[in-house]
């Protein structure tokens, strides 16, 4: 069975700070992403990756970056958080078939970050 | 412009009612893939089905099935004989090379004993 694990359910920081929000696969995937989670607007991809040491922007990825040293690591930053990146993030991971999305995407529980 | 709307925000219905979550996308691209997933209250969006453009054949899985129209651009999914544990918030997704991947805004179902 695959596993995504996100390192925290629930996180609370405070505007300013450098935010680590991390995320780990267990099926050798080589896609993983990063989404946001907001009441109305459904899932929001902000990064992906395909490849260690790759990634590309998603829809909104503003204010945030990620890093990929290995293959089973993907994690988000938050480089100076703001009260608006308050949200759920959820990280997904799947498997490469020639295709970025056609294949079905695995999600961790969630963080539920609060920026104050 | 690539598009999934879920009109139904919420829906609420007796247990054993069969119920249809309505899914609408829309996309240039001749290939694309839909999605159907769910998210119960524990929080993880869990996988329930993938259909590619060149497959309309209807889905049926126990108490699942799923209707995908291209005419009217639709991928339905209707629940017969909803159970308490089907509630959760039902997520539709569209992945073509263009688009990435864009999911609908979600649509709540309360299932009320």
Same mark, same amino acid.
């Not at chain 1, 958080?81 to 949200?87: L, R």
């Not at chain 1, 695995?106 to 609060?114: E, V």
């Not at chain 2, 309309?56 to 629940?79: A, L, M, P, V």
């Given at each position: 069975?695959?596993?995504? +694990?996100?390192?925290?359910?629930?996180?609370?920081?405070?505007?300013?700070?450098?935010?680590?929000?991390?995320?780990?696969?267990?099926?050798?995937?080589?896609?993983?992403?990063?989404?946001?989670?907001?009441?109305?607007?459904?899932?929001?991809?902000?990064?992906?990756?395909?490849?260690?040491?790759?990634?590309?922007?998603?829809?909104?990825?503003?204010?945030?970056?990620?890093?990929?040293?290995?293959?089973?690591?993907?994690?988000?930053?938050?480089?100076?958080?703001?009260?608006?990146? +308050?949200?759920?993030?959820?990280?997904?991971?799947?498997?490469?078939?020639?295709?970025?999305?056609?294949?079905?995407?695995?999600?961790?529980?969630?963080?539920?970050?609060?920026?104050? | 412009?690539?598009?999934?709307?879920?009109?139904?925000? $919420?829906?609420? *219905?007796?247990?054993?009612?069969?119920?249809?979550?309505?899914? *609408?996308? $829309? @996309?240039?691209?001749?290939?694309?893939?839909?999605?159907?997933?769910?998210?119960?209250?524990?929080?993880?969006?869990?996988?329930?089905? =993938?259909?590619?453009?060149?497959?309309?054949?209807?889905?049926?899985?126990? =108490?699942?099935?799923?209707?995908?129209?291209?005419?009217?651009?639709?991928?339905?999914? @209707?629940?017969?004989?909803?159970? *308490?544990?089907?509630?959760? *918030?039902?997520?539709?997704?569209?992945? &073509? &090379?263009?688009?990435?991947?864009?999911?609908?805004?979600? @649509?709540?179902?309360?299932? =009320?004993?």
């Amino acid at each position: 069975d695959v596993k995504v +694990t996100q390192s925290s359910r629930y996180l609370v920081k405070r505007t300013g700070e450098k935010v680590f929000l991390e995320c780990v696969q267990d099926m050798d995937h080589e896609n993983m992403f990063w989404y946001r989670q907001d009441p109305g607007l459904g899932l929001r991809l902000i990064y992906f990756s395909y490849d260690v040491k790759m990634k590309e922007k998603g829809d909104i990825p503003e204010g945030y970056s990620v890093s990929r040293e290995k293959k089973e690591r993907f994690s988000l930053i938050l480089e100076s958080a703001s009260t608006n990146q +308050t949200s759920m993030y959820l990280c997904a991971s799947s498997y490469m078939t020639g295709l970025l999305g056609n294949q079905p995407q695995h999600f961790g529980d969630g963080t539920r970050l609060s920026i104050l | 412009a690539q598009k999934v709307t879920q009109a139904q925000t $919420e829906i609420s *219905v007796v247990e054993k009612e069969d119920v249809t979550l309505d899914c *609408v996308y $829309e @996309t240039r691209d001749t290939t694309y893939y839909l999605f159907w997933y769910k998210q119960p209250p524990s929080g993880e969006l869990v996988f329930l089905i =993938r259909r590619n453009s060149f497959d309309e054949q209807n889905e049926i899985s126990g =108490r699942y099935s799923w209707n995908f129209q291209k005419s009217t651009s639709s991928f339905n999914f @209707t629940i017969t004989a909803s159970q *308490v544990v089907d509630s959760a *918030v039902y997520f539709c997704a569209l992945y &073509s &090379s263009a688009s990435k991947i864009i999911f609908g805004s979600g @649509t709540r179902l309360s299932i =009320r004993p």
